[in-house]
Structures are given as structure tokens and as C-alpha cells.
């Protein structure tokens, strides 16, 4: 699914929507803090007539509405509106804006879904973060009108009006472009390019610190998926320094997910690369205390089955413990997933299943669940899983008439 660019500013939404009102800019602390925030810094102290902006920044929309006056003229009604969605502070907004205002108020209302597309305004009339906020909104509707090579054409003019005022908003709209070209195009090297330019740009700047390791977490996938498995190893941990799971849950669980999928794609070429497979299971561990089967159920399955497969081939001191842990998990996978569902998935788990149980000498419980997925590969047309699990039926074989002969003091 190609994802939505949206209009924004400096700082997440809605605040990144927010003007700074004329009478606040008036002040040179309110000019200080507007200079900060175009270079990607939180001011060092924000004047009164800031508050509300300051609040919004902080994530307390609720506490940032309450501070602004919707009757204090066009600004704050669109601040208002912005914070709010209230259709009679966008009125207000409308009936007193004009030329920069009137442009963000239409930007507004079509983002926030109470005006239609062709309600936006020209970009040619307005310049610098104005003009790039309405290129970007008109990227918006390039995408739901299907041309996706349109949208790509006004984000790379909305990052060019912002270049003029601001380096850092034009590195967001740049991290936008990537991942936009990686929607349509796949991850090339363009895609690449574009992520690692826009996260260089925005490294160490704390007004953008969520935007910077969300661009970083894109960057670790592109490399992902391009195999270069050692960066993207790096762009995820530097990701998750900054991504922590109370404030970015989901986006926490996937990081380690991914990371530990890398690691465990590593070939193991000496001692130390053992190593990595521990850390893996730590992630996958990790990713498993945001991930439930309630309320992520695929990606919950996804990463048990992971996870029991690391345990399974995991080098340690106690891999009985493993074996058990990773045949109980793939217990629940098979309950999450079943055959109906979906076949071959629950094929793989039930090979891997009998592979574990086999690996723990409980021949007679591996080899049904063994003799089911041959099944179902089978039904699937899938020869390769079917030899497969028959080399694995072949050595239940002959460790149950080993164990057999072993009882019975004969040498086979």
C-alpha cells in the first residue's frame, strides 16, 4: 500500500500545523524560538505568547487548545482549528485570512477532511514552508487520485521551497520522496540515497528526534532489503536509541523484530558469531512484550515463529530448555494459525514443531506432526518441502531403531 504524504512542519502533528502568531514573532524571544525551530531545535525557553505552541510540542493537544483564544483573531482560530478540528474555529480562520494564512487554512481543512482537493490552493501564490506545506498536501491528493509520479514531482518541489527557509524541514520532505519512491519503485539506490541524506541532515536536532529515527528505522529496512545486513543493523540500533517502547510501541516491536531477523540471517563464520544469535532471541523476546496475539496477531504469530525457530538452533548450555520452550511456542503459532487458514503456514510450523520434538528424542509425537505437513506440502504442490520432511521422517526413522536397539542391547 503506498503510503500518504501529509503537510507538515518542524515538529510532529499537529504542532508541525501550528503558525506562530504575528504578535509572538514581534518579540525576539518569540523570533529566537521561531529561528530554533527552523533549524530543528526546541527553544531553550518559550515566550508566553508560545505557550500553546510549547504545549503542543510537549504532545498535550488537549492542554494546547485550552491556551489559544479562537476569537483573537485569524491565527488563533486556525491554531484552534488545527488542535481541535472544530468546524466553527475553521470558519473563524476562513472569514478573517488572507494570502499565507488563507493558503495553511485551506491546507488545513482538506487535510482534516472537511474540504475537497481541488479547494487547494496554488502553490505559485506563496513561497518558502508556506509553499511546501501546500505542495506537500497536493502530493496528498496527487496519491488519491492514483498518480503517484505527481505526488513525487510536488514533494520534490515542496522540498525545494523549503530548502530556502529551512534545511531541516526540506530533509523530512526529502525522507518522504524515499519513501514514496520505495512505495512505487522498490528500495534502489535512489531510495538509499534519499533516506541516508535525509537522516544525516536531521541527526541531533531534538525538535525532530521521533521524525529522525522513524527516517532511520526506513533506512535500516532499505538496507535490509537490499541484503546489506551490517548497516542495516546499525541504522536500527541507532533507530531504537531514540524509539523506546512507551513512547513508539509499535514502532519499538518492529525495530527489534527486523533486527533480530538480521542478525539471524548473519552467516556464522566464527565463535563470537554465536553471539548474535542470543541477541536476536533478546529482540525477538523483546518485540514479544509489545506484540499480543489480541492486538497483533500477525505480527505476534511472526515473531513467536521466529523466536521458537532461534531457540531451536540456538548454541547453548541448555538447550533442552530451548527445545521445550520452542515446541511450546510453535503450539500456539499452530492454534493462532490453522490449516484451513492458512495450509502451508501451518505446515512450516508443524515441520518445525517435529524437527524440535525430534531433537528432544520424542520420536513418537514428531513423527504425526512430521507425516501432517508432508501432507499439506504435498497438497500444496510444494515438492521441495515434501523431500524435505521426508529426510527429516528418514532420520525419526533411524533414531527410533536406534534407540530401540539400544534398549534392547543390540547394535544396529
Not at 496554488?122 to 514552508?129: C, H, M, Q, S, Y
Not at 510450523?349 to 531433537?359: M, R, V
Not at 500444496?380 to 528418514?394: E, S
Request: hydrophobic fraction near 50%; aromatic fraction near 4%; include cysteine.
Amino acid at each position: 500500500m503506498i503510503s500518504r504524504p501529509q503537510p507538515f512542519g518542524i515538529l510532529p502533528l499537529p504542532a508541525g500545523w501550528l503558525v506562530l502568531p504575528a504578535e509572538a514573532l514581534a518579540d525576539p524571544a518569540g523570533a529566537q524560538a521561531r529561528d530554533a525551530l527552523l533549524a530543528g531545535a526546541l527553544p531553550a525557553s518559550w515566550p508566553p505568547a508560545l505557550r500553546a505552541v510549547e504545549l503542543a510540542a510537549a504532545g498535550d493537544a488537549v492542554a494546547a487548545a485550552a491556551a489559544v483564544d479562537p476569537q483573537a483573531g485569524p491565527e488563533h482560530a486556525y491554531n484552534h482549528y488545527v488542535l481541535t478540528g472544530e468546524p466553527a474555529s475553521l470558519q473563524q480562520a476562513g472569514d478573517g485570512a488572507t494570502g499565507d494564512l488563507a493558503a495553511l487554512v485551506a491546507v488545513a481543512a482538506y487535510s482534516l477532511g472537511q474540504r475537497p482537493a481541488s479547494d487547494l490552493p496554488d502553490p505559485d501564490g506563496v513561497t518558502g514552508e508556506v509553499a511546501a506545506h501546500v505542495l506537500a498536501a497536493r502530493a496528498a491528493a496527487r496519491l488519491e487520485a492514483g498518480d503517484p509520479q505527481g505526488a513525487l514531482d510536488a514533494l520534490v518541489a515542496a522540498e525545494q521551497a523549503a530548502g530556502e527557509v529551512s534545511p531541516v524541514l526540506a530533509a523530512l520532505l526529502l525522507g518522504q520522496q524515499a519513501s514514496l519512491l520505495a512505495d512505487v519503485n522498490g528500495t534502489d539506490d535512489d531510495v538509499l540515497a534519499a533516506y541516508a541524506e535525509a537522516v544525516d541532515v536531521l541527526a541531533g536536532r531534538d525538535a525532530v528526534a521521533g521524525a529522525a529515527a522513524e527516517l532511520t528505522l526506513q533506512l535500516a529496512v532499505a538496507h535490509q532489503e537490499r541484503g546489506a545486513l551490517a548497516e542495516a543493523v546499525r541504522a536500527y540500533h541507532a533507530a531504537l536509541r531514540v524509539l523506546r517502547k512507551q513512547t513508539h510501541p509499535e514502532r519499538y516491536a518492529f525495530g527489534h523484530s527486523n533486527l533480530a531477523l538480521c542478525y539471524l540471517s548473519m552467516p556464522m563464520t566464527q565463535a563470537r558469531d554465536t553471539l548474535r544469535r542470543g541477541v536476536a532471541v533478546q529482540s525477538l523476546r523483546e518485540a514479544l512484550t509489545v506484540y499480543t496475539r489480541e492486538a497483533h496477531p500477525r505480527e505476534w504469530a511472526a515473531v513467536t515463529l521466529n523466536l521458537a525457530n532461534a531457540l531451536q538452533h540456538l548454541p547453548t548450555t541448555h538447550p533442552v530448555e530451548n527445545l521445550v520452550e520452542a515446541v511450546g511456542m510453535y503450539e500456539e503459532v499452530l492454534a493462532a494459525r490453522p490449516a484451513d487458514v492458512d495450509p502451508v503456514g501451518h505446515a512450516r510450523t508443524l515441520a518445525n514443531q517435529g524437527t524440535a520434538l525430534a531433537h528432544l528424542g520424542i520420536h513418537d509425537q514428531a513423527r504425526p506432526k512430521l507425516l501432517d505437513a508432508r501432507a499439506l506440502f504435498a497438497a500444496a504442490g510444494d515438492d521441495d518441502a515434501v523431500a524435505t520432511v521426508d529426510a527429516a521422517l528418514a532420520d525419526v526413522a533411524a533414531a527410533g531403531a536406534a534407540g530401540a536397539a539400544a534398549k534392547a542391547g543390540v547394535t544396529p
